[in-house]
């Protein structure tokens, strides 16, 4: 530990002996607490241990933070100076450690990056422990000769075999359906017994020099895995971007060197963006690796995730793949961290402590001595400079294994098709005949359309106003399917006006198909309308909508994912999150409606993003076998973004894009803090921007960071809150820290504003 925590002393009238110290933190607050134990009745106590203590008058559950550490031993003497005695704590908990020295390292690191109290960080970081239940264990007593016993019965005798070993109920459910009445009646006419075990019994790992490794490598391949493994086996730090695009084997050099790390006694973070990807890679890996693999993300049932936590912190499970806050797993004596996808932008967290977890996996790797691997077939321009610039080791697969002619692409420039030869509104000559002839050919297509609902505005045909949400300054999106207008940020909902706000004009009574002719013209497409047109153009196809309006949960992602790889589905219709990584062999077609939705976002990456989605998108095309087939639309055809995802020319991209960047000194030449102020009155919300402005400039006098704004956000208005922005940009995370850590100082408590400090931000929205 760098710096000694600031110990603040909870007074106590009743002090016992004070020769054994801890100081522990209770979350929310923010300071730790000095309190005693006595070790004969606390032996396992160590840091990261729970604890329940006597607060003021109040029983509270507490994280310890160090043991009989110098630190204890000189708050104790200023306490003594003062009068104050210090209280014992109370019990040690059951269950009894949340985390270990070395994670508390990593929670300590980020909570000095992002200026934040630890609590916060362990509150984010660690789940709620959940007592383990007792598993039940079963075991067959000696047969009995004549005993007459149902077919369900005798399954569960032969499950148990004649030996007398326990057998937990979860492996005996596995072996055969058994119910819990069928076990109970043979508990009570005595052919087995039962007993109740708090440890589940080991399944001991297989011995890791029995895992094969593919002797069929490629050189790419080979080259990657010898040079990351070299760093597990002599304990040391190191960087790796391994560009490989869709196919190209990643996970495969990932699993070599998880069997690597594994091998050396070490266990392995895989960290990925998508959690309902998760499912299928998780099978991949534990027939690949024969042991269990932890799941963690944020939609798990607490037990559950309690229950990885806990297996990994004991080090009884020794891999684990998780989403964004997988990041903090208590991994023991990690060897391994690998981030998949890690242009990703959902690893960067959007509210509370806006962490990025590939950033935080690099200071992980550094703490833990270990390589890391950051995966991607579109690497985001801050880790492909990091490449350039030689700070990580660059890995490249420049080939797909199964090794199909690349893609070929289409691109339909919509200007020169007129709307009378466009077979529907969204769907030109092009695309169309590239599904029919797909479909005739018995395979599957993904269109993509990164915009949800059925018509993206309405705008007024006489002034041309574009329907708004009165909360925020964003358009309201159509959705038909209720005849509604849906605000996509704050949920605001209202049915389709029949006047103008803006100019007053009316719907027009004249009668016409629907009674009246409505003043509103309908613009843009959704993924709604463009199924729709679809079904219409193509009757016999079977087409499915994925979208975050027909996907609520986990299970219905999966359900339409299967059902696509099952064949049930024909086209599959979908915003962005059907260009991530699913593996379906039968979709040889990907159609992009309009490349120009992401294109014109008032943000620096933009272009980027863009890039990347179409790159993507483009991916899922003829992952095996024949070649595949995209046609994009597009009314900027010569858009270097497009241009550049046509050619499949990620450097030519990266060299144009780099050049911008540093002209404009944006990442990955600068790092930037982005403090966004927010208040429901539109005059405080600049009041205070303007206030914060001169802070953050009192803050950076002298230093080279250079202050942009403040200025009203892109988004002016979320939720009834009005935003404005400061940016600040500077050489180094460092100033940016230390210019964030003196502005909170300066800023007073008030409710009704809202500062937020973004560091690394992602969203310039
Ligand atoms: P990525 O993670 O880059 O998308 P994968 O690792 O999923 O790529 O590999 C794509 C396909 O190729 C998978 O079906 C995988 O099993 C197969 N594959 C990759 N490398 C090898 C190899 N060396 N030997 C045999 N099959 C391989
Ligand atoms: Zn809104």
Known sequence: MSQLPLLEIEKAECGTSDRHLVSVVIPPLENPFLYSYDPAAHPSLSVGSLVTVQFGKRTVAAFVLSVDSPAEFTAREEMAQRGV???????????????????????????????????????????????????????????????????????????????SEWVPLASLRSACSASASTLRSLVSRGFIEERLGSDSPQVAPPDPASLSLRDSLTQQQRAAVDAAARHIDERSFAPFLLHGVTGSGKTEVYLELIVAALKQGRSALVVVPEIALTPQLIDRFEARLKQRVALLHSSLKQKDRWGHWEALLAG????????????????????????????????KQGEGIRYNARDLALVRAKLSSCPIILGSATPSLETFHNARCERYSYLRLSERFH????????????????????PSRSISPQLLQGLTETLAAGEQAFILYNRRGFASYLQCSACEQVVGCPQCSVTLTYHRKNNSL????????????????GCGAHDKPQPSENGHESIFSHRGAGTERVAEELAELLPQACIAKLDRDSVRSLEDYVRILSQVRSREVDILVGTQMIAKGHDLPDVTFVGVVDCDVGLHVPDFRAAERSFQLLTQASGRAGRRGGQGRIVLQTRVPSHPSLQQTIRDDYTAFADAELLLRESLEYPPFRRLLRIIIAAEDKGMAQQWAQRVASHTATACAGSSVHILGPAPAPLEKIRNHWRYHILCKAASAGALQAAMQRIKGMLPDNKSIRIIFDLDPQDML
Request: net charge neutral; hydrophobic share 40%.
């Open 486 to 501: 849906l605000c996509h940020f704050c949920g605001f909902s209202t049915p389709p006006p029949v006047a103008c706000s």
């Open 85 to 163: 005695k210090i209280r014992p704590i109370i019990r040690t908990d059951s269950p009894c450690h949340a985390f270990a020295q070395e994670h508390l390292e990593f929670y300590q690191w980020i909570a000095r990056y992002h200026a934040e109290p630890l609590s916060k960080i362990l509150d984010l970081a660690v789940p709620a422990p959940a007592p383990r239940k007792p598993e039940p264990f079963f075991r067959a007593l000696p047969a009995q000769p004549n005993a007459r016993l149902g077919a369900s019965q005798r399954a569960v005798i032969d499950a148990l075999g004649g030996g």
């Open 403 to 422: 090794s199909p002619p690349p893609p070929r692409f289409t691109l339909v420039d919509l200007n020169r098709t007129k709307p009378w030869e466009m």
């Open 316 to 347: 009884e499970v020794r891999v684990a793949i998780g989403a964004r806050s997988g990041i903090f797993a208590p991994m023991r004596d990690l060897g391994l961290i690998v981030i998949d996808e890690e242009h990703d932008a959902s690893f």
